[in-house]
């Protein structure tokens, strides 16, 4: 049986993105990538793709996340989290409950982050946090990324922590960071929790020990989310038999095999292709001359 489709794993604590890829290869004997890094202490959804729908990727790492993450004050290390090495040490502090909402307004919307050393970015080819690990420094461009929201969970004396919505290449313990230094006192991030990415979130993930009792009891098929699924906020279309040569060969299919339906297509928009009603196909785009032109193709063409 192919697998094709997405999973959503809960990522616990000291895995790294690449080693819950590596394990669902070995146990779904499938092909397999992540859809955004989770750092080794960092837990939570991790949405997994799968067959065919490692092509969904880009799709769903560029969907809006939600962190909780907690703010030690007084302290900031190499690593802008507390696994790192302190560079400063103001502890004890005292932080007055208004200041801290104050200043989480302004975090509040579009905001610039400079990318942290110790990230999966690659200048010239090579990782930062390779070039960090042997104590080289570079220039980082700074990037726009943007905040819909942050709550307070909870405020003491000595943390915080707090609920982010934001786009896609936020860094939290850059958010972390930065806010200690406009605190005056310097911050570090200790537990990150990653509770939604896009439509994944807490509530339908599954452990890496879970996966691996439903594969070996044959049910994990119940678990994996199919790609049209993943891609259902895209309009649906129909064709009919006489597309299926173009299909088949990959090909730009034109307009008047589209299937009667209430509204015309709109060049540029993108829909889920389906043919014979029940059979999904891919992802495709309506073009100014009047064809549907394969985007993503999530099916075995030679079984349709």
Do not use: W
């Amino acid at each position: 049986m192919e697998i094709n489709g997405v999973i959503n794993v809960y990522k616990e604590k000291g895995y790294t993105s690449h080693d819950v890829v590596n394990i669902l290869k070995r146990t779904l004997k499938a092909k397999a990538g992540h859809t955004g890094t989770l750092d080794p202490e960092a837990c939570g959804v991790l949405p997994i793709v799968l067959g065919r729908s490692t092509k969904l990727a880009d799709y769903i790492m560029a969907e809006d996340k939600v962190y909780e993450a907690d703010i030690h004050f007084g302290v900031t290390t190499d690593t802008q989290d507390m696994t790192g090495s302190i560079v400063s040490d103001k502890r004890p502090v005292c932080i007055r409950e208004q200041d801290f909402f104050d200043i989480l307004e302004r975090f509040q919307g579009e905001i610039i982050q400079i990318p942290p050393m110790y990230s999966a970015i690659k200048i010239n080819g090579e990782k930062l946090y390779n070039l960090a690990r042997k104590g080289i420094e570079v220039e980082r461009k700074p990037r726009a990324v943007t905040i819909y929201g942050i709550d307070t969970v909870d405020l003491c004396a000595e943390k915080a922590r707090i609920r982010v919505k934001c786009s896609k290449g936020t860094y939290i313990r850059t958010l972390c960071a930065d806010i200690g230094e406009v605190l005056g006192c310097g911050a570090a991030m200790g537990e990150l929790l990653r509770s939604k990415s896009g439509s994944f979130s807490l509530d339908n993930s599954l452990k890496l020990d879970d996966i691996k009792t439903l594969a070996a009891d044959g049910r994990i098929v119940t678990r994996i989310i199919p790609p049209d699924v993943i891609l259902k906020d895209y309009p649906r279309i129909d064709v009919c038999y006489e597309a299926l040569k173009f299909i088949r060969n990959g090909n730009s299919i034109n307009e008047k095999f589209i299937e009667e339906q209430g509204e015309q297509p709109i060049i540029g928009q993108k829909y889920r292709l389906y043919f014979k009603k029940e059979q999904f196909i891919g992802l495709y785009a309506f073009t100014d001359g009047g064809l549907l032109k394969p985007i993503v193709i999530l099916r075995d063409l030679n079984k349709v």
